[in-house]
C-alpha cells in the first residue's frame, strides 16, 4: 500500500553542453520538473516530467505541465492509498485525457518509491531481465554533411552502438549519403524526422530506403498512423513510431494499420511505466522490436530509461546516452557511464532507480518549486 504524504515539484534549469538541433527547433537548456514523493511510511521516489520549454516535440511543455502537476496530478495522488504502482496511471487516465507526461512523472515516481521500499532495484520491480543495455547516440542536425560524418564516425569509435542521425528536408539524403560513406556499409544508421516530411516527400524518402537504414522514426505528421502505413508499404526500411505512440491503444492502431515495424518506447512520452509495459508486452507478442528512446533526460529521467530498457524485448540499442554526452554536471551520483563496448550497466544492487539526486546541484539548478502535503 502506498499512500503519500507529501510531493515536491522543482523546475531546474539544466545548460546543454552543445545546443540540440532537430527538424522543429534548437534547444540549449532543459527545463526539467524534478518531482520528489514521500509516503506516510517515509519511503522516497524521485522522478522527471520529459516536457520542455516549446510544443515543438508535443503538445505538452513544461508550464503545461507545471500547470496540469499542480492542479490535478498532485491532488489525485495525495487523495487516495494505492495498491501498489499499478494502479496509479488507470487512476489518472480515468478522468483526466492526455497530459501524457505530466502523468508519467507522477506515475513513475510511486515505481521508483515502491522499488525502495521493496528493497529491489526499479529494473527487477519492473521485470527487467538484462545487467546492462545497448546504447546508440542521437546525433543533432550539422551545417554540413562532413561535419556530421566526422561526428558519427567519433561517436562509432566510442563505442555506440546506434547512430541516430536527425534529418529535415535540406539535410538528408547528402548528409546521410556522407556518413554511410565515411562509416562502411555495415555501421548501425538510423535517422529521426521529428515529422518533417509529406507524402509528398516520397522521393527523397525512398532515396533514404537505399542507405540500409536499421530503421527510419516518425517522417510523417506527429500524430499520424495511415499515412506511415502507406509509407510503410512502400519501403524496405522499417518504419519507427515516437510521437505517434503515446499509449497501448495507438499501439494497437498501429498494429493494425501496419503503420510501422518499431515501436520506439518513451516511458515519459506514454504515461509511465504501466504504460510502458503494456506496449513493450503487446510488441513482443506481435514480433515488433522495441527500443528505449529519450528526451535529454537528466540523471533521474535516464536511471528510469535504463531500468525500462533491461525488460526482455528492447532488443534495439537505446538513446540513453552517459551522462557526459550532455552535461557539463549531472544531476545524480554517479553519473551515467557507458563502456568501450556501448553498454550501460543496469544498477541492480541498491533499491530503487540505483543513483542518488545530487540534493545540493539539485537546489541550484532549482528556479521554482510547488509543495504539496496530505
Ligand atoms: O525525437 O527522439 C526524439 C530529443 C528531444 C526530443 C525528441 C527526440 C530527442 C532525441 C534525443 O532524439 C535522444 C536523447 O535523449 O539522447
Ligand atoms: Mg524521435
Same mark, same amino acid.
Given at each position: 500500500?502506498?499512500?503519500?504524504?507529501?510531493? %515536491? $515539484?522543482?523546475?531546474? /534549469?539544466?545548460?546543454?553542453?552543445?545546443?540540440?538541433?532537430?527538424? +522543429?527547433?534548437?534547444?540549449?537548456?532543459?527545463?526539467?520538473?524534478?518531482?520528489?514523493?514521500?509516503?506516510?511510511?517515509?519511503?522516497?521516489? &524521485? +522522478?522527471?516530467?520529459?516536457?520542455?520549454?516549446?510544443? *515543438?516535440?508535443?503538445?505538452?511543455?513544461?508550464? %503545461?505541465?507545471?500547470?496540469?502537476? =499542480?492542479? &490535478?496530478?498532485?491532488?489525485?495522488?495525495?487523495?487516495?492509498?494505492?495498491?501498489?504502482?499499478?494502479?496509479?496511471?488507470?487512476?489518472?487516465?480515468?478522468?483526466? #485525457?492526455? /497530459?501524457?507526461?505530466?502523468?508519467?512523472?507522477?506515475?513513475?515516481?510511486?515505481?521508483?518509491?515502491?522499488?525502495?521500499?521493496?528493497? %529491489?532495484?526499479?529494473?527487477?520491480?519492473?521485470?527487467?531481465?538484462?545487467?546492462?543495455?545497448?546504447?546508440?547516440?542521437? %546525433?543533432?542536425?550539422?551545417? *554540413?554533411?562532413?561535419?556530421?560524418?566526422?561526428?558519427?564516425?567519433?561517436?562509432?569509435?566510442?563505442?555506440?552502438?546506434?547512430?541516430?542521425?536527425?534529418?529535415?528536408?535540406?539535410?538528408?539524403?547528402?548528409?546521410?549519403?556522407?556518413?554511410?560513406?565515411? !562509416?562502411?556499409?555495415?555501421?548501425?544508421?538510423?535517422?529521426?524526422? *521529428?515529422?518533417?516530411?509529406?507524402?509528398?516527400?516520397?522521393?527523397?524518402?525512398?532515396?533514404?530506403?537505399?542507405?540500409? !537504414?536499421?530503421?527510419?522514426?516518425?517522417?510523417?505528421?506527429?500524430?499520424?498512423?495511415?499515412? /506511415?502505413?502507406?509509407?510503410?508499404?512502400?519501403?524496405?526500411?522499417?518504419?519507427?513510431?515516437?510521437?505517434?505512440?503515446?499509449?497501448?491503444?495507438?499501439? =494497437?492502431?498501429?498494429?493494425?494499420?501496419?503503420?510501422?515495424?518499431?515501436?520506439?518506447?518513451?516511458?515519459? #512520452?506514454?504515461?509511465?511505466? +504501466?504504460?510502458?509495459?503494456?506496449? /513493450?508486452?503487446?510488441?513482443?507478442? *506481435?514480433?515488433?522490436?522495441?527500443?528505449?528512446?529519450?528526451?535529454?533526460?537528466?540523471?533521474? @529521467? #535516464?536511471? =528510469?530509461?535504463?531500468?525500462?530498457?533491461? !525488460?526482455?524485448? $528492447?532488443? !534495439?540499442?537505446?538513446?540513453?546516452?552517459? +551522462?557526459?554526452?550532455? &552535461?557539463?554536471?549531472?544531476?545524480?551520483?554517479?553519473? &551515467?557511464?557507458?563502456?568501450?563496448?556501448?553498454?550501460?550497466?543496469?544498477?541492480?544492487?541498491?533499491? @530503487?532507480? @540505483?543513483?542518488?539526486?545530487?540534493?545540493? #546541484?539539485?537546489?541550484?539548478?532549482?528556479?521554482?518549486?510547488?509543495?504539496?502535503?496530505?
Amino acid at each position: 500500500m502506498i499512500q503519500i504524504k507529501k510531493i %515536491i $515539484f522543482r523546475e531546474i /534549469h539544466l545548460p546543454l553542453k552543445e545546443p540540440f538541433v532537430i527538424s +522543429s527547433g534548437v534547444q540549449d537548456l532543459r527545463r526539467i520538473i524534478v518531482v520528489e514523493l514521500e509516503d506516510v511510511d517515509g519511503a522516497i521516489g &524521485w +522522478s522527471e516530467c520529459v516536457a520542455d520549454e516549446l510544443p *515543438n516535440y508535443m503538445p505538452e511543455t513544461t508550464d %503545461i505541465a507545471w500547470l496540469t502537476l =499542480h492542479e &490535478w496530478m498532485a491532488p489525485a495522488i495525495l487523495s487516495q492509498a494505492f495498491d501498489g504502482p499499478e494502479a496509479v496511471y488507470p487512476f489518472l487516465q480515468k478522468d483526466i #485525457r492526455g /497530459h501524457f507526461m505530466a502523468k508519467a512523472a507522477v506515475e513513475m515516481g510511486m515505481w521508483e518509491l515502491d522499488a525502495r521500499k521493496q528493497g %529491489i532495484s526499479l529494473s527487477k520491480r519492473l521485470g527487467g531481465t538484462r545487467t546492462e543495455i545497448a546504447t546508440g547516440i542521437s %546525433i543533432g542536425i550539422q551545417e *554540413n554533411p562532413q561535419r556530421l560524418a566526422a561526428k558519427a564516425g567519433q561517436y562509432l569509435a566510442q563505442g555506440y552502438r546506434k547512430i541516430k542521425l536527425k534529418i529535415k528536408p535540406g539535410a538528408d539524403v547528402e548528409y546521410v549519403a556522407a556518413v554511410r560513406e565515411a !562509416l562502411g556499409p555495415d555501421a548501425p544508421l538510423m535517422v529521426d524526422a *521529428n515529422n518533417a516530411y509529406t507524402l509528398d516527400d516520397l522521393d527523397v524518402l525512398m532515396q533514404l530506403d537505399q542507405f540500409n !537504414l536499421v530503421m527510419m522514426e516518425q517522417p510523417l505528421a506527429w500524430d499520424d498512423y495511415v499515412q /506511415h502505413a502507406e509509407l510503410q508499404r512502400r519501403l524496405k526500411t522499417p518504419v519507427c513510431l515516437d510521437e505517434s505512440i503515446t499509449g497501448i491503444e495507438r499501439t =494497437h492502431d498501429m498494429l493494425t494499420l501496419k503503420s510501422g515495424r518499431i515501436v520506439n518506447i518513451k516511458p515519459g #512520452r506514454v504515461g509511465g511505466f +504501466s504504460s510502458s509495459l503494456a506496449i /513493450h508486452d503487446l510488441c513482443m507478442k *506481435n514480433d515488433i522490436p522495441v527500443w528505449c528512446g529519450g528526451m535529454l533526460e537528466g540523471g533521474i @529521467g #535516464r536511471a =528510469h530509461n535504463v531500468a525500462l530498457a533491461s !525488460l526482455p524485448n $528492447f532488443t !534495439l540499442p537505446g538513446d540513453v546516452s552517459p +551522462s557526459d554526452r550532455y &552535461w557539463a554536471q549531472d544531476i545524480v551520483t554517479p553519473e &551515467w557511464t557507458m563502456n568501450s563496448q556501448g553498454m550501460v550497466t543496469v544498477p541492480l544492487d541498491q533499491p @530503487g532507480m @540505483g543513483v542518488e539526486p545530487d540534493l545540493d #546541484r539539485i537546489e541550484d539548478l532549482t528556479v521554482k518549486r510547488d509543495t504539496f502535503k496530505l
